[in-house]
């Protein structure tokens, strides 16, 4: 079946460092991609996202290109702030079954530090 | 627009007790879901309704049932609480099951069981 596997976390940078999370896929047809961000005491919140191959999704200094050819989803910043402590999980589309439902990561915990 | 809501935000129950976990949604949207988020698990769909009046399983149905009485909210029962059932539990909506719509999450519910 359809899956998504994350590196695994806790992630800790200093302020203004790089930030890669892993993320890749095993999926039927073509899925689109997303990643959601978790801060603390709240819900997922779609953070990007990408509905076909090549395609990259960017959003408050984040990027992710959907590659097929490796079946990955990687997102990445260039310089992470305090602020985006959280936890960061990538998910796919599985519109053909179950509803539409997100297949999840089990989520990166990422801790920026000043 | 207050997006997806759910409540209580926190709850504790004994073995064998019951209780009802409401989601609520302004955004007119039709499909509607209960996800459970466990510990380097990601989250997980429980059910699933892709319109008022319908419901589906999902993932992990055993020991909850759920309603979709009108269009804006979806219901998720435990009939019998168990200690596997402590989660956090997040409801989300999506304006269709296409995946190049996004899914809203609401902030969760955490249910602690003894």
């Known amino acids: 079946g359809n899956s998504v596997t994350q590196m695994e976390g806790p992630v800790t940078l200093s302020e203004e460092a790089f930030l890669t999370i892993n993320c890749t896929y095993t999926?039927?047809?073509?899925?689109?991609l997303f990643w959601y961000v978790q801060y603390p005491g709240e819900g997922l919140q779609l953070l990007l996202k990408?509905?076909?191959?090549?395609d990259k999704g960017s959003n408050k200094g984040f990027e992710a290109t959907y590659r097929k050819e490796t079946t990955s989803f990687h997102l990445e910043k260039g310089s992470v702030q305090v602020s985006d402590s959280a936890v960061y999980f990538c998910?796919?589309?599985?519109?053909?079954?179950?509803?539409?439902?997100?297949?999840f990561g089990q989520g990166t915990e990422l801790s920026v530090k000043p | 627009n207050a997006g997806v809501t759910q409540t209580p935000k926190f709850r504790v129950l004994k073995t064998g007790q019951s209780m009802t976990l409401l989601c609520a949604q302004d955004m007119n949207h039709e499909y509607m879901y209960w996800y459970r988020q466990d510990p380097g698990m990601g989250l997980r769909l429980i059910h699933y309704s892709v319109g008022e009046g319908t419901t589906a399983k999902g993932e992990v149905p055993d020991g909850y049932n759920v309603s979709r009485l009108k269009k804006q909210n979806f219901l998720l029962g435990l009939e019998s609480a168990a200690p596997s059932q402590t989660s956090v539990y997040f409801c989300?909506?999506?304006?269709?099951?296409?995946?190049?719509?996004?899914?809203?999450f609401g902030p969760g519910t955490r249910l602690t069981v003894l």
């Open positions: 999926a039927t047809g073509y899925p689109s």
């Open positions: 990408a509905t076909k191959a090549d």
């Open positions: 998910a796919l589309s599985d519109r053909g079954n179950q509803g539409g439902k997100l297949i």
């Open positions: 989300a909506s999506s304006f269709s099951r296409s995946s190049y719509n996004e899914q809203f």
